[in-house]
């Protein structure tokens, strides 16, 4: 969510003209969330549709002192685009001022409060970026951001095709597998209420919401198993990774949240011995994190990995052990 601001992105942040596809998009006003990011043209799934660097790099945040002596480091024209970013600080920001600087918040200046405000609501837990900063969220969200280290670059993957005038969607919480009473209080962090289909009471969100406790249900058992082992056996848990994948595709959950599910799946499936339905899993895994993530992020790689290892294994060329066993947990 964002102030105003430029909206042509191939303006923004000095990307290579190649290197993403954000002239398919455009920022604009939504009828009820400030600024949102907008396609101009079909987006197919998969598309690299931003590659930018931070705006503003500061891991953590928890001390405020630290986001300003931050904002003090950065150019007049970031400077000036940071704080042409929407701030919103939570009712906690306002102890840990007290803690770490040893002021009343109303007693900060008003650009003191500002930076840290839009540290608070445009934070990718790196640190800040500009026009990703426009990017509303959805707990269906249809764009995936991960930062990518081999680049040093924020990236931001259409994880659906996405429609000529359709809104861009991220998520801003892990809870594709939590109800909406677990998902609110933590977008509370960002002062709005979450208005998309899964959150909606309507008949279409109560259906949804009923698919999320299942999917909670079982996200909770895996969640014990692979941490204790005594949750079930290697096929009931098969069976719940493989049943959570499900729900997930209908839920329409296309982040990477998904790709656990088939990570879990081929985990049990060489628990049980079953190597070559395993590379099928693993396989699903690589696909689905190329569509994420893309194949030049060190994640996907180390999929890939995996996948050759499995293919050794079925061709004989490898022995299925213990240790090559952790390499998938």
């Not at 001022?97 to 837990?125: M, P």
Request: hydrophobic share 40%.
């Amino acid at each position: 969510m964002g102030a105003a601001g430029t909206n042509d992105p191939s303006q923004s942040d000095s990307a290579p003209p190649t290197a993403d596809a954000r002239h398919l998009i455009t920022v604009k006003d939504t009828p009820s969330s400030g600024l949102g990011v907008f396609a101009t043209s079909p987006i197919p799934r998969a598309t690299r549709i931003l590659s930018t660097p931070l705006l503003l790099s500061l891991n953590g945040g928890e001390n405020p002192a630290e986001i300003l002596a931050a904002v003090n480091k950065l150019s007049a024209a970031d400077r000036a685009a940071y704080l042409a970013l929407h701030p919103f600080a939570p009712p906690v920001r306002k102890d840990l001022v007290k803690r770490h600087i040893g002021k009343r918040w109303e007693a900060l200046e008003q650009w003191e409060r500002d930076a840290i405000g839009v540290y608070d609501a445009n934070s990718f837990e790196v640190g800040v970026y500009d026009l990703p900063s426009r990017i509303n969220h959805s707990c269906i969200p249809n764009v995936h951001y991960e930062y990518n280290p081999a680049i040093e670059r924020g990236t931001f993957h259409a994880v659906r095709d996405i429609a000529e005038g359709e809104e861009l969607f991220i998520s801003y919480i892990n809870g594709g597998s939590r109800l909406k009473s677990w998902r609110q209080p933590k977008l509370d962090m960002w002062g709005f209420v979450c208005q998309c289909a899964a959150c909606t009471p309507d008949a279409e969100g109560k259906k949804r919401e009923a698919r999320r406790k299942q999917m909670f249900e079982l996200d909770q058992k895996l969640a014990r198993q692979s941490v204790y082992g005594n949750e079930m056996t290697a096929s009931q848990a098969l069976k719940a990774a493989t049943q959570l994948a499900g729900l997930q595709v209908a839920e329409g959950i296309a982040n990477r949240e998904l790709r656990t599910s088939y990570h879990d799946a081929a985990r049990y499936c060489l628990e049980l011995g079953n190597a070559k339905l395993a590379l099928l899993w693993a396989e699903k895994e690589y696909a689905h994190e190329k569509v994420c993530v893309g194949d030049d992020h060190p994640i996907c790689q180390a999929v890939a990995a995996r996948v050759d290892l499995l293919k050794d294994i079925g061709a004989g060329k490898a022995e299925l052990t213990k240790e090559l066993m952790e390499c998938f947990h």
